[in-house]
């Protein structure tokens, strides 16, 4: 791979203050090389810029890491339409609907599966997502859930057992049959193609004690935890997570103070999925409280076809600095980076020397437009790891081959 300067960047986001203004590193007429590790080899002002084997100019647009997207369920069938109008009527959401999907998605091919995936991923590619979780918890069965993270490791090396997602009807009389089978034949089969280990830890699904377990049996095994908390009401969640030492809570929407001060007084990130609320009609989980006490927060979008079938980090931006409380900078910021911490990487969400060249170009001057301008696609390009997406406007490559 030839190493590439991106030039004449209007506004460069870095997520490294050293670099530029606080807090989100902001350079402006700005460059960067791409390496041909698929690194970044260097960012500066494009006065300083050094050679490299192909320049593409940005035509003044706003470039910012990609996003990091750290909480979907991509690997389902079916369709639950039906269900998001009914709400939409005034019928309240409750995790049993979850069964609908468990339904289909056992009933799919594996290639039907993949192919749903497959678009899912590159819609979210279209729209600056690079890096993504996948959890599995829609096939419920030793078999359907192995099947779903081994075609998830396909895509991504961040893939979570979420077998614990919700008692199947199959066992609604033997709840503790079902948390036996989670902990040992479910788990066997499914921690070689896992990195992480997720319980629904709420009212409806597992309590505090069932969510423990399955998130030592996951430890046990070499796999993280991380833990959806607090989403339906107050609850256990969120002080189980940092118990564990999980590296996210994810929801946090309905919070006491004494769940505040935990996830403040921890690296447990609070992951926020605003889009969830607006297709449920939930209140909003608020930003500004867990920012204002210390608290690491990131948004991520919660794909599914059931409390939240968007693909789309710019719209959860737009929600979160319209509904929670955050300003632009602090919802890129949590798209990028605190995506990045709630997956434990640092190689990702930020544009700096050793990271990796996943970066998005918006056709706006600035970041601020990802909120300012809601529902606009204003992605145009996107690098992944150095390699160049999208139908890029006719003034984006001045000289040499466009990668990729």
Request: with cysteine; glycine share 10%.
């Amino acid at each position: 791979m030839p190493t590439t300067l991106l030039d004449r960047i209007g506004l460069l986001v870095t997520n490294e203050p050293s670099y530029g203004s606080p807090p989100l590193g902001e350079i402006r007429d700005a460059a960067l090389v791409a390496g041909d590790d698929g690194r970044i080899a260097w960012v500066g002002r494009s006065a300083d810029a050094p050679a490299a084997d192909t320049r593409m100019d940005a035509g003044g647009r706003c470039v910012l890491p990609g996003f990091v997207d750290s909480h979907t369920h991509l690997v389902f069938a079916g369709d639950r339409a039906e269900e998001f109008a009914a709400r939409m009527a005034g019928q309240p959401y409750e995790a049993g609907g979850i069964r609908t999907t468990v339904a289909a998605t056992r009933a799919a091919t594996v290639d039907q599966l993949s192919s749903t995936l497959a678009r899912l991923l590159a819609e979210m590619r279209r729209q600056g997502t690079t890096t993504v979780e996948i959890k599995s918890g829609y096939g419920l069965t030793v078999r359907d859930e192995q099947r779903a993270l081994a075609l998830a490791e396909r895509f991504t090396p961040e893939t979570t057992y979420l077998g614990a997602h919700l008692v199947p009807d199959e066992f609604a009389d033997r709840p503790e049959a079902y948390v036996d089978l989670v902990t040992s034949d479910m788990l066997d089969a499914c921690a070689p193609h896992a990195a992480w280990i997720d319980v629904f830890c709420e009212r409806g699904a597992f309590d505090a004690d069932a969510s423990r377990a399955v998130l030592e049996a996951g430890m046990a095994r070499g796999l993280r935890p991380r833990v959806h908390a607090n989403q339906l009401g107050p609850g256990p969640g969120v002080r189980l997570a940092v118990e564990m030492g999980a590296a996210s809570a994810d929801h946090c929407t309905y919070l006491t103070g004494e769940d505040v001060d935990a996830l403040a007084g921890s690296d447990t990130v609070a992951t926020l999925l605003p889009g969830v609320e607006f297709s449920t009609r939930h209140p909003y989980p608020d930003a500004r409280r867990l920012l204002d006490a210390g608290a690491a927060v990131a948004l991520a979008t919660d794909c599914n076809p059931g409390s939240c079938f968007t693909s789309s980090m710019p719209f959860c931006i737009a929600l979160a600095v319209r509904e929670m409380g955050m300003t632009p900078a602090e919802a890129v910021w949590s798209a990028t980076v605190g995506g990045a911490r709630a997956l434990r990487r640092d190689d990702v969400g930020r544009l700096a020397p050793g990271a990796g060249a996943d970066l998005a170009v918006l056709d706006a001057p600035s970041y601020v437009h990802l909120a300012y301008r809601p529902g606009v696609p204003l992605v145009t390009d996107v690098w992944l790891r150095g390699r160049h997406f999208g139908a890029a406007p006719r003034d984006l490559t001045e000289s040499g081959d466009q990668p990729g």
